[in-house]
């Protein structure tokens, strides 16, 4: 058996939900799946067309903005937990601190947290290797988890109402430009 089998199988086998069979691998994902992760699709278009937008406008005027880009994807991408688990990593240094809110600032966070938090159906894992419980995921409900995400919808899509507002505004000299 291979050992990722192992932690998602002890992993979900307690959680109600949706069953799903593939390779002799069981996966039950929450009651709440559809809705959740059509909410964070919306809100990650939302997001990624509103920068791209905003970046398209600026790049017309500021020719070297297109490697200060490449640089913010990657310093986001290392700001995400997308290689890293958030609750094992970073999370008590933060708490020492008092700053646990600043890592939230960034917008992709509760986005990627959720969409993990809904694929493993569970904030725990049991680790194959010592049999310990690892916390993956901030301990929130599944409704933690919505609330987040619809605040974070509503701010994403004023965000993107003011940057196609900023477009139309920049894009009446982009021909004196170019």
């Known amino acids: 058996m291979n050992p990722i089998d192992g932690v998602i199988r002890t992993h979900h086998t307690a959680n109600p939900g949706i069953h799903s069979h593939r390779e002799g691998l069981e ?19 939302l997001l990624s067309a509103g920068v791209s937008v905003l970046m398209s406008g600026i790049t017309v005027y500021m020719r070297d903005m297109a490697h200060l880009i490449e640089v913010l994807l990657q310093l986001t991408f290392w700001l995400t937990p997308v290689v890293y ?40 894992a049991i680790s194959t290797n010592t049999g310990q419980v690892l916390h ?40 004196s430009e170019l």
């Not at 996966?27 to 278009?45: C, E, G, H, M, W």
């Not at 601190?97 to 904030?123: C, D, E, K």
């Open 27 to 45: 996966v039950k994902f929450p009651q709440s799946t559809p809705i959740n992760v059509r909410a964070d699709f919306v809100t990650l278009y």
């Open 85 to 124: 688990s958030y609750e094992n990593t970073i999370s008590p240094a933060l708490a020492r601190h008092g700053v646990s809110w600043l890592y939230f600032v960034n917008p992709m966070t509760p986005i990627v947290m959720t969409f993990q938090r809904i694929f493993y159906g569970a904030t725990n």
């Open 136 to 175: 993956v995921l901030p301990q929130w409900s599944l409704t933690h988890f919505w609330v987040v995400n619809l605040i974070l919808l509503g701010i994403v899509g004023a965000f993107y109402l003011l940057v196609e507002y900023l477009f139309g505004r920049l894009e009446v000299n982009f021909e």
